[in-house]
Structures are given as C-alpha cells and as structure tokens.
C-alpha cells in the first residue's frame, strides 16, 4: 500500500507523496476544509482520493491526513473514518505541528535540536516544543485550540509551555511555523522575534509545509524511508467520577505508547454493578466529550468500599486506545476500543462503542496488567457509583516491612496502597570510592615520609572532590543545589537506606530507615516539595525530588528521589494531601476566614503575599516559573513576591483551592 500525506487546511487543499527523495505534490483542490465549520470533509477528500490514484497508477492507497492540534479524540477518529469512507485504504492521522517537526528533521537532518513548531490559523493555533535528532522526531508537548484571538492565546500558551520545561526562548533551536494566520503582520512579527536573528527555515513552501510533513511520515508507514515519530496524547483521557468530574487515567501531553492502571471501590452498600464513563477531558472539572462506557455486573453484594474494580487503559504508538475493567474479586473484565466507529463531521451520525466482555480467565493464562501508580478517584451514574480507589502497589510484589504495618495499625492508617524501597545501593557510587582512595593514599604517602606539605594538600584534595561532586549539579540548578543546604538538618534515612522503605496508606505514610519509623497522616501533614528539572546546556537530563514533611508535633522528615519511582509516590502523596485537606481549607474560607499558605494570603475573595493582593476574578492562571509562583492577570505574568515553591507549604493544596475560587469568582 502506498500511503500520501494530506493537508485540507492549506490556502488550497494539497496531498503529497515522497518521490525521489523529496515530498511531491500528487494531488489538489481549489477548496480547503479547516475543521472548524459543520460542514463534511468527505466530498474534498473523495477528490483528493481520486486524484492521487490516477497519479500513483494504484487503487491501493491510504492517507496521513494533518489534524488541528487541538484536534480530540473523537475528532481525530471522525477523520479517520472519512478518510475511508472517501476511497482511501487505510488512514491514519497526525497532528498539523508534529508534521511540521517532521518535515524539518527530513529535510535537515539535525544531530539534535529543540525546535518550536507553529501552526496559525487566522481561528485557531497550534503549537508543539519538539526533540529532533537526525531520523527520529520526539514530541514533547501540544497546545492549541479554536479562538478569536489566535495570536495572543499562542503567546500566552508558548509562555506556559517553556515555563513546563523550564526552557527561554533563546534556548529553542529553530521556529517552524505555517498557516494561513502568518500573513498577518503582527504574527511575522512575532515569528521574527522568536527566530532571534536566526535565518527563517526555508527549504519548503509554507504552503506545502504540513502535507510535506504528512507524506514523511506516510513514508515511513509504508516502509519507503527508516523514520520514528514518538507522539504524545493531545488532550486527558479520564472517567467521570462522583459528584461529576474528571478523573485522569492518561494527561495530555502523555508520550505513547502507554498503559495506565488504576482501581476504584463501590460507594453504595450491596452495588451489583457500575457504569464506567470514559471522558476526553481539560481538567477535573469538565469534560469535552464522552467516548463511551462499561457496564460492568455481577458484582458482588459487598458493603460501600469494598469491592475493587482495576481500569486499565493502553494506548498504542498509532492513537488506538483500549479500555479494561475488571472485577478483581471475580476477575470478570470487560473491555473496549475508543471509539471503534466515530461519525465523520458533518454527518450526524452516532458515534459506535465496541464492548467486549471476558469470563472471568485462569491466572495463568490472563495474568491482570501490571499494577500502574494511580490516584483516588470516583464513578457515576446509571449503575451504582464507585469511588475513592486503592492505589495498587507500584513496585510489583514489594511488601511493607513488620515494622512499618505494626506504626500504621497503631496510628489506624488503614488499608495499604503501595510500598517503595530505597535505591541507594542499587549501585556502586564510584566517583566518591575513587576520590577515598585517593585522599587515603596521599595520606599513607604523607604519613610515611613525614611530609607535612603532603599533610596540608588534604584540605585541599576535599575542596576539589566536593568541587567535582557539587559542581555539575550547581551548574544545571543553581537554586536547587544551594537549597539542599536548608536540607540538611532535617532527618532523613541516613545509614538506614540499605533497608529503609516508604509505604503508603489509606490515611497517611510511613518512612522506616533502620529501626526507626515516622508516621505522617494525610490531614494534618505539612509538605515543602522541591522537584526540580536539571538542563545542562538547555537539554533535560534529570529529575530531583525532596518532600520536607512535618507534623503537628514539628516532627520533620526529609524523603527524597532515592526511594522507587518517585514520579508515582510523589504523585500519589500530593492527590492524597488535597483530598484529605482541601475541603477543610474550602470550608474556612468560604465561611470568611483567612488562610495562610506561608507567605500567601488566601481568603474568599482575594490572594495577597506582603503588601500586594489581587482578587480572583482577575486571577487568569498561576504557574511555576524557574522555581518561583507567577500570577498572569490581565495577559501580564506578575510576581506578588519572590516566593519559591519549596517555601510554600502544601503548594498543592493551596493550587486546588485557587482553582475553586478562580472559578466560584468567574461564576458570579
């Protein structure tokens, strides 16, 4: 099969193949479809389909259509099946700024690059920060949507998008940018200062630029050229939960391929069954679109929090997204494709959910997905509802120490969710054994010739071996190696890592490094979080994690990324402390109190830090930015004080509340 690329946005429609070399205009038309009108995208593809097999000699051809970024699930599904019902064999579609990348790598062939791609509608935007290296094209990140002002929401969003990388726009290798929104002055202008005097890229027409992108990408589907692009999901995929909102199975911006797990309990005494919804979604409390659902039965009769339903979701490198839910009393599981049959746009017509049901399988023949890390979460009607779930241990098969279940049944914990081991010795530190038996050995020297200028070397040797170890750490974070300076009083495993473990509970967590345990629980717990992103040379190379965590008591422990998978503990701990803490604190200020976050200020109506203050209503977004809190009101990043991350305390709880008063205060 031979498969052409497709852009139905461009000035004129336009489909290209790879020939010789280079992308090759097969195929055109005087009309354009941008997505954003009811109108039905098949007669322009029919022609286009036509078109191309006259050109090609074949009948046997599929199509790499360009989507809008912002382009869901649902949609992107919907192209595909016109694409079909339009002639073409087979389809698959791409977003308009990944083949952008595409293109740009093909014809550049870079040894590494971060490049900027930008698609500009004169209604929409699209925007993606992506990975180049020679033959291999890496997405790390889509924004985009449908507005009136596409010019300054790309700004605004491109603003947010750095700030998640913690990148300048002096750190962006090369813009790429097409549509139709460029021919405006105000947007080359903004293309001209985000190129910073670098030359434009020019070796294709803007015009054919995203179809370009589209037939390398066909190429490599149909085997023509070796080339590998690594996509990530465009928007949430979650579950609607108690109470209405979204719980996130897969986020935005996700790289795929990717399986997620996470289980959930029934809410109603005696449940027999629940109807599980699968949402897109673009926070917790609103949904874009259902894609279908499960309906599971034969649950059994069981008081409210008892039986636990595992959904699982696995998407694979083409988009094709799974859905499993599975009893895990009765291991009965049902399943579904996402969505296996959407109606074109334009057609009207119904969108078909393919659900499939398991009997309940032999272990050893269908061993249940490995356990993933998850949050708590809920589910909705019709059927009986589930919610708050049990987060499933994230290091398969590791159980909590004697030690640590004898503090959690003493401080009634709860049920256990998931237990991390330490790392330290998971290998050899051999830059410091090195630098040892180097000092020993000049001081065996010293000793035996009784040089006491050898001596006096020792002092110094320490200063270049501390050099050697902090040094490449202070140059990718500077502030993230002086703080670990305000670090070291506090407690943390010490000579208790080869055996120490973090377990997580229902009501709280408990460290145990040797034979000591600490017990923290999730309502009264104070959290100081410092994760850091390091660069080196504007390149991502790791990630640090360090939870300062207090009690009532000011009992403090330091737990840091030495412990498994701090990506999940981290996560889990956060969602944990919001929902044992944020509807207190909602309470208290909705009453008319006055709560502090350090040295944040919130109250029902405003949020102040030192002598500033601005009220919600004008509050647009707050975000972290090279470590620091950053308010945008009115299109301006504002700074109400320099206030680090790591000085707030429950930053994210205090993130979730200014989210529910963001929103209480655009309501009225």
Partial sequence: MRYIGIDLAAPQAVACVLEGGRPTVVAGAAARWTGTSSESPIPLLTHLAAEAKARLGSADVGAVLAAPAYASIAERRALEVACTQAGFAAARVVSATTAIGVAYTFTQHPESATILTIDLAADAYGLSLVEARRDVVEILAVHGGATADPLSAARAALDRMLAEFDLTPGEIGQVVAAGDGLRFPAAQQWIHELERGRPPYRALPPEQLIASGAAVRAAALDGTINALVREVLPIDLGVVTAGGQCAELVVRNTAVPVGWTRTFTTTVDQQTSARIRIVESRNAFASVGELGAIVLTGLLPAPAGTTEIEVAVDITADGRITITARDLTTTAAQSMTLPSAPAPPGTGGDEIVAVATTAP???????????????????????QNLAADQVRPSAPGYQPSQQILAAAQNHRLGRHEATYPHRYFDRLPTGPIIATVIVLAILAIGLARGGPVVLGLIPFMAVVIAGWRWLPTFLESPRHALARFAYLPVRGVGFGSRTA??????????????????????????????????????????????????????????????????????????????????PRAYADVSSGAKITFGPLRVTATTLAAHARSVHWSQVEEIRVRSGFLSVRVAGQWLSLAKIAVNAVPNYFVFLALADRLRAQAASR
Avoid: C
Avoid at 363 to 379: D, F, H, K, L, S
Avoid at 523 to 541: A, E, K, S, W
């Fill in 501 to 582: 473990q973090l377990s997580l509970f229902e009501h709280g967590l408990v460290v145990a490094a040797g034979s000591r345990t600490t017990v923290f629980r999730w309502d009264t717990v104070t959290v100081r979080q410092d994760i850091v992103q390091h660069r080196y040379y504007g390149r991502p190379t790791r990630l640090t994690y360090t939870f300062m965590l207090t009690d009532p008591s000011g009992e403090s422990f330091r737990i840091t990324g030495r412990f498994a998978q701090p990506d999940a503990w981290a996560k889990q701990l956060r969602q944990h402390v919001i929902e044992a803490q944020l």
């Fill in 361 to 383: 399988p032999a272990a050893a023949a269908n061993p249940a997905p490995p356990p993933r890390p998850i949050e708590t979460v809920g589910m909705s009607e019709p059927q």
